[in-house]
């Protein structure tokens, strides 16, 4: 069973508006949770990653947040450009010493001008 | 600047032709890693290699072998790539876990396809 369970699972939106997408986890322990943008034909490239004690992170017009304790995070977009359209990635380490990785399915963006 | 470069972007082959692809970076990481990505879905990770000690995952097809000579290169060897092969391949690297953020810094990917 997934341990990354991401919503909705591909959304649009018109250029400029804001949009959320949403992260549910049962990954434990918990090291930290990153989210990933990925362009079609290209490898993810990271956004955010956030530890247990983080509860919002920013990176340009891309703002995460997390709540450990109902293991749930969110990725909001403002302002929503054309080069937003993408697939987003949850990623949740676990703090074992393994480092395989539990990936959401992603939430694909399209952005409509 | 690239961190993480995979070679070739995309490579075609042929039903059970050996082929190998090839991952190298200029970030000194001790990890490197190596997945596969089918359409529409999450990367699935193949191995990984903490400096010279090779980390299979349990469901990783034999088909499916790597070499890293040094920190900076990592190949990855399919023997008799299938059709089910085709796919996405994905090199990455990163810290080891307890030494500063382990985030890790994917490749452009290498896009296979099996004729």
């Known amino acids: 069973k997934n341990q990354v369970e991401q919503s909705p699972q591909s959304l649009i939106i018109l250029e400029g508006k804001n949009c959320t997408l949403q992260?549910?986890?049962?990954?434990?322990?918990?090291?930290?949770l990153r989210w990933y943008k990925q362009d079609t034909g290209r490898g993810p490239v990271s956004l955010t990653i956030?530890?247990?004690?983080?509860n919002t992170k920013s990176n340009g017009r891309y703002t995460a947040t997390l709540d450990a304790d109902t293991k749930q995070s969110s990725l909001h977009i403002t302002a929503s450009q054309l080069s937003d359209s993408a697939s987003y990635i949850c990623v949740v380490s676990g703090k074992s010493n393994d480092y395989k990785l539990s990936f959401g399915a992603g939430t694909t963006v399209t952005v409509r001008a | 600047d690239a961190m993480v470069i995979q070679n070739p972007r995309y490579q075609v082959t042929q039903f059970g032709k050996p082929v190998t692809l090839s991952c190298s970076q200029t970030l000194n990481h001790n990890v490197m890693y190596w997945y596969q990505q089918k359409s529409s879905q999450a990367p699935k990770l193949l191995f990984h290699y903490y400096d010279k000690d090779f980390n299979n995952e349990a469901d990783t097809p034999d088909n499916f072998q790597s070499r890293r000579p040094n920190t900076s290169f990592c190949f990855l060897d399919i023997r008799s790539p299938g059709l089910g092969d085709a796919a996405m391949y994905l090199c990455?690297?990163?810290?080891?876990?307890?030494?500063?953020?382990?985030?890790?810094?994917f490749g452009a990917g290498t896009r296979l396809s099996v004729l």
């Open positions: 956030m530890t247990f004690s983080e």
């Open positions: 990455a690297t990163s810290r080891p876990k307890g030494q500063g953020e382990d985030i890790q810094y």
């Open positions: 992260c549910n986890y049962t990954v434990s322990p918990f090291s930290n």
